[in-house]
């Protein structure tokens, strides 16, 4: 898969320690990225992965003879410990995702390269070494050349300028970089094309591929108004149909600038229902040297559309305030102004993805690349069935109360009561929707670990193991509490700070490791029309959330998974209903 990286090859980190957002369910410790010696324990559902996706090489040079003797020379002038040079200074370097802690006592800039090359002498010594220091506010680069401006505990970022030919042979680089994509959607209203969108959109950020969609009702809604008569959208109307293009034309500009500054695939959700308006979006992007697919959302089920107006066009802002028999009668005359004028999308070389009742049957024409296969895949597993999801940490482990990651310990006294509470509360909602005429059956789904197992083990529903979602992988750490990493690794904690997302432990899981081995589960969570309980842990529910809910990954390790909640969310065309039920202390 390919995975978005900074340019220039700078990663950015942050000294201080978060002691409020702990990976695990026992802990709030922190560890550097490290690439594993072995491959975590498999999975039914996907194997985790078993390197890391960054090397941590650069190319020796070896006619440096003499740099490597000046080096040496002064290396007695410039590596102190704390207590040979009181007056030194601790300073973190950072190469890609390794971090090493070393004490500067110097007065130059070649002083501090002399120290760097010590602690990496693997980087090659006849390059451009800038250190720089990065704001915390602005984000802003700030090069070194006086090191006066570094302050105690200051992390020095090091840019590795690689050239042409070196970048082409990186393990981090793929000819998808250059690849720009325009998926561009086409449809009646209420035919679903929004939430398609929105879907594809979340699933692509998740793979971290860069995504973003453009709707141009929003630009419409934003810059002319809501509530717009349905006789806005007449073919007739000459005053409409100004304002409209317009409205497209604005959607497309922004969409065009924010591909060219670092997206990779726009989402241009619009009716698009004319072959003059496809021509004039593909011309552009065209010209633009970026790849469009059209995904038609073809919709004949009249159960279907009728869900979609009343669920869907009545929350819309169009009809905020409005009587809903009148609103609904309203949008009927607006679909009926579309289907004037529909055209389907057709051509032998015209790439387009058509989904027909929103997953019963797909139609692929002249698709290819990775992207758009995956696109493919993940549209042929979705449905508008509409189920809750909740997610819920295990109860209370022995570990937990002792502080400790990681580990497959059993519940404690209060874990076991969530367990009895959990399944309380599913029979009683099950007993609900049967007297409402629904079948009532739940699907759990669990780690293999002892205490999410325990966890479930009172509900009276059909259960599946998944080890897809056992806890991230704590490494050398597992089992460890928070003391006894910070007695035996002091130095290591700004790695993990710094970007939590890609931080490794050592010969453990980093959280992209974590939203890979996921991915699987997630499209047979999209596949699945039951209602689904998911009893796991927090690092893998924060990845849970973080998709469902289409939060950015950034956030991802940051959100707060209570102990003993159940988190209940049902997912919309326009986003995701979430409710939270605290059932034990």
């Known amino acids: 898969m390919h995975k978005s990286m900074s ?24 560890i550097p990225k490290s690439s594993p010696s072995s491959s975590p324990p498999g999975n039914n559902i996907i194997s985790s992965p078993s390197s890391n996706r960054y090397s941590n090489n650069f190319s020796n040079n070896n006619n440096n003879n003499n740099n490597n003797n000046n080096i040496n020379n002064n ?139 453009f709707n141009v009702g929003e630009y419409r809604r934003l810059r002319i108004g809501a509530g717009q008569p349905h006789d806005f959208f007449d073919p007739h109307n000459p005053e409409g149909i100004k304002a409209r293009l317009h409205m497209a034309v604005a959607a497309l500009d922004d969409m065009i600038s924010w591909l060219h500054n670092g997206g990779r695939v726009g989402i241009y959700d619009a009716t698009n229902s004319t072959n003059e308006r496809r021509q004039l979006v593909e011309k552009r992007c065209t010209r633009e040297k970026m790849t469009v697919v059209y995904v038609e959302s073809i919709c004949n089920d009249p ?75 993940f549209l042929m597993n979705l449905h508008l069935h509409p189920r809750p999801i909740w997610l819920t940490r295990h109860g209370e482990s022995e570990f937990n109360a002792q502080n400790r990651i990681g580990g497959d310990s059993d519940l404690t006294e209060r874990g076991d009561n969530y367990a009895h509470q959990l399944a309380v509360w599913i029979s009683e909602w099950c007993s609900k929707v049967r007297a409402d005429g629904y079948d009532g059956e739940v699907v759990v789904w669990t780690s293999s670990l002892k205490r999410a197992i325990r966890t479930a083990q009172y509900i009276s529903q059909p259960k599946v193991v998944m080890r897809a979602l056992d806890e991230i992988d704590a490494g050398v ?18 790695a993990r700070d710094s970007d939590k997302l890609q931080y490794r432990y050592p010969r453990g899981e980093s959280y992209e490791d974590v939203i890979q081995r996921l991915e699987p589960l997630l499209l047979e969570l999209e596949r699945t029309k039951s209602p689904v309980l998911i009893v796991s842990h927090q690092a893998t529910l924060r990845c849970l959330y973080s998709y469902l809910k289409g939060r950015v990954k950034e956030e991802c390790p940051f959100i707060n998974i209570p102990l003993h909640t159940l988190i209940q969310l049902s997912p919309k065309a326009y986003g995701c209903e979430e409710s939270t039920f605290k059932l034990a202390n």
């Open 75 to 213: 290396i007695n002038n410039n590596v102190h410990s704390p207590s040979e040079s009181p007056s030194s200074k601790e300073i973190f370097f950072r190469v890609k995702d390794r971090v090493k802690k070393a004490y500067f006592k110097g007065s130059t800039v070649e002083d501090l390269k002399f120290l760097f090359l010590q602690k990496f002498p693997e980087f090659p010594k006849d390059v451009d070494i800038q250190f720089l220091i990065i704001d915390k506010g602005t984000n802003k680069e700030q090069q070194v050349v006086d090191v006066s401006d570094i302050k105690e505990h200051q992390e020095l970022l090091i840019r590795h300028e690689y050239n042409e030919d070196t970048k082409k042979r990186s393990q981090g680089y793929t000819g998808l970089d250059k690849e720009k994509i325009v998926l561009v959607m086409v449809g009646l209203p209420a035919r679903g094309k929004t939430y398609v969108a929105r879907k594809i959109c979340r699933m692509l950020n998740w793979m971290l591929v860069p995504a973003k969609v």
């Open 303 to 377: 159960s279907v559309i009728e869900h979609n107006i009343k669920e869907t066009k009545l929350l819309s802002p169009d009809y905020q305030g409005v009587d809903p028999s009148k609103a609904v009668q309203d949008f009927r005359d607006r679909i009926n102004h579309y289907l004037k004028v529909y055209e389907t999308v057709e051509g032998e070389k015209t790439r387009y993805i058509k989904l027909f009742d929103v997953g019963k049957k797909i139609e692929v024409n002249n698709i290819t690349g990775y992207i758009p296969s995956r696109v493919v895949f």
């Open 477 to 494: 750490c597992d089992g460890m509490t928070y003391d006894e990493i910070q007695e035996k690794m002091p130095d290591e904690r700004a």
């Open 7 to 30: 340019s220039n090859n700078i990663f950015t980190t942050q000294i201080t320690v978060d002691n409020n957002h702990n990976d695990h369910d026992e802990s709030n410790y922190s």
